[in-house]
């Protein structure tokens, strides 16, 4: 509609929108601190604790190598590069239970020691190797602060892990963190075990037959994907082991972090607490190129637009109802 043609309303229409509009932009900008500093991230993870991992195993190729992918991959899946593994204290692995090494406690306290290693975990060794293998051509990938923490977790058995390939980052002491359960469990006061926090890698429906933890639901010879997966795919295909998480403000109902890579990469990760979609910024950094990429109902983090000025602003992007972005950020 022409200029001259607008009536009395709707140019009050215009104004309202107009302005509507430009604070919404003003609001949605947010500006990174790199002086800011907080944590430094170990990476993200999962966990295939009990014997989740044997859901895995098992599933019929493609499809094992499809999960794998999606968990491990930081081309274009998940890329993680923490996996929660556990020493199993049980003398069997009936009912879900992780076999011990240590089946019989010796006669005597200065008695042999018999230890029984089936060189399986109930899958678990075979998925943690397979995350020494995935590569990735993603910036800063674990190997490169000498973390390795592929395949490592809060648990684990060391030793026999490590002669096979796979190192192991992180020992914790227990289990289930002060509570008492029918399975593996033990009471302590819990502090430690709050440092790390993770979701079901993969679970079966018969074993925890609920919507509300797991990644991927592997069951029957067949797997599906959650969002969740794409939701903490933003993060840690974005945010790599060794960045250090950076002060960030701004954002128009938004909840940001922002960090800085290892190799200079800065990422802000976006989730929109708001109804509609909203422009997004980025300020602080100049810029010589930026990659954005999404996750709402519609999209499993796809690549979606960001713009970068001469003057190396960073802009152009759409956080979408209810859904998250991640920006990469080249500094000039
Ligand atoms: C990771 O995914 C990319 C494509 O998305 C693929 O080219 C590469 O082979 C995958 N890596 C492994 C080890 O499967």
Redesign the pocket.
Known sequence: MAPSHLTGASILAAIALASALSQRQAGSTSTVDLSERYQTIDGFGFSEAFQRANGIVELPEPKRSEVV?LLF?A??EAGFTIMRDCIGSSPNSNLDWMDTILPEGPDSPDGELEYVWDGDDSGRLWVAQQGR???SSAPGFTKSNGQDSNGGGVCGSPGLYTEEGVEIAHLGLLNEPDITTNHASMRTDGAQATDFIWWEGTQDSATNNNKNEKLILVDGGDYEVDKRVWAHAQYSRAIRPGAARVGVSGGRNMKLAASENEDGMIAVNVISAGQGAAAFAVDGITAESATAWVTDTEHDMDETRATVGEDGSVGGITVPANGMVSVVIQPR
């Open positions: 992918d991959n081309t274009k293998q995935v590569d």
